[in-house]
């Protein structure tokens, strides 16, 4: 994993940012700068609101991260052949034990920020909170993993779309207006767009070791036009919502980023190697970010 001469505390420093797979964490950013954008748009902004959600959006992530490190070893889903970022535990250089000790240190800063926010906007946050780790756990672990039978991509839509962007709206000041659900929607298909495309590159050694993704039981040509309904999807959405008067208009720039989902379309359409595919979830991952901010700042700055 390292080359010689690096010393063994850089080494693990390495080891557990590639299990927390920190190129994750804008999945679970943007959506409460877009519910929060909302906030400061309706003038019920809250910061410490807003703190509170993504230190928890962050922490339920990278829990999530490290439970699918050391489930997955467990089950020998992760084998020699695999594409994506390394498995620590797979690899030895994180026990299983330490791995989940870090998923409940994890889970327990979630649950402190979550007990902040149950204070500032009540009980409701909490069952938010309980849901969003259940789910969290039961991706990969558990007796009936999720994840394995093709549910993964309807709960990330769930979670990271509807349930964060409206969760993240709801603790400015205890409303969900229909503002939050709508782009809530954009939100999680490009999320879920994420997950498709990761799920697509790793199709051959899913099918191999058992793990019936949605792309495993799809097929390549079936996941390929899920990848580009989700990929384009969603800015029709946005302009549709803001002509409509149903969100604010200008959040309706974030529709000119639609071009910048042809290059990950194009790739997973032409490629079939991991390389390729890798750069194809990165060009997706970016696209989420970036027309999250976008979103957010046209949330935000109401004209």
């Not at 809250?46 to 489930?71: C, E, H, K, T, Y």
């Amino acid at each position: 994993m390292t080359s010689p001469g690096i010393s063994e505390q850089v080494t693990r420093l390495q080891a557990w940012k590639t299990a927390a797979r920190t190129h994750t964490l804008p999945a679970a950013t943007v959506p409460v700068l877009v519910g929060s954008g909302l906030a400061y748009g309706d003038a019920v902004f809250r910061w410490d609101g807003f703190l509170l959600a993504l230190v928890g959006a962050l922490a339920i992530q990278i829990a999530a991260n490290f439970a699918n490190d050391a489930s997955d070893a467990k089950r020998g889903a992760d084998t020699q052949d695999r594409i994506g970022p390394p498995r620590m535990v797979s690899l030895g250089y994180i026990s299983a034990r330490q791995m989940w000790f870090a998923t409940w240190i994890s889970i327990g800063i979630a649950s402190l920020a979550g007990v902040g926010l149950t204070l500032i906007a009540g009980p409701l946050i909490l069952v938010i909170g309980i849901a969003s780790v259940i789910a969290m756990l039961g991706y990969v672990g558990g007796p009936v993993p999720y994840g394995y039978r093709g549910l993964g991509e309807v709960f990330v839509f769930i979670f990271f779309g509807l349930v964060a962007t409206v969760g993240s709206r709801y603790v400015h000041d205890m409303t969900a207006p229909l503002s939050a659900w709508l782009l809530a929607i954009p939100v999680g298909m490009l999320v879920t767009a994420i997950l498709v495309v990761n799920n697509y590159r790793d199709i051959d050694t899913d099918r191999a070791a058992g793990k019936r993704t949605l792309a495993v039981i799809l097929g390549r040509e079936r996941t390929r036009t899920l990848f580009s309904v989700l990929v384009y999807g969603g800015f029709p959405l946005i302009v549709l919502f803001a002509f409509a008067g149903w969100t604010p208009q200008t959040t309706m720039f974030a529709a000119l980023l639609a071009p910048f989902g042809s290059a990950p379309v194009r790739i997973v359409y032409a490629k079939t190697e991991g390389a390729a595919l890798i750069r194809a979830l990165q060009l997706t991952s970016k696209l989420h970010l970036w027309t999250g901010v976008v979103l957010a700042a046209g949330a935000a700055l109401t004209l």
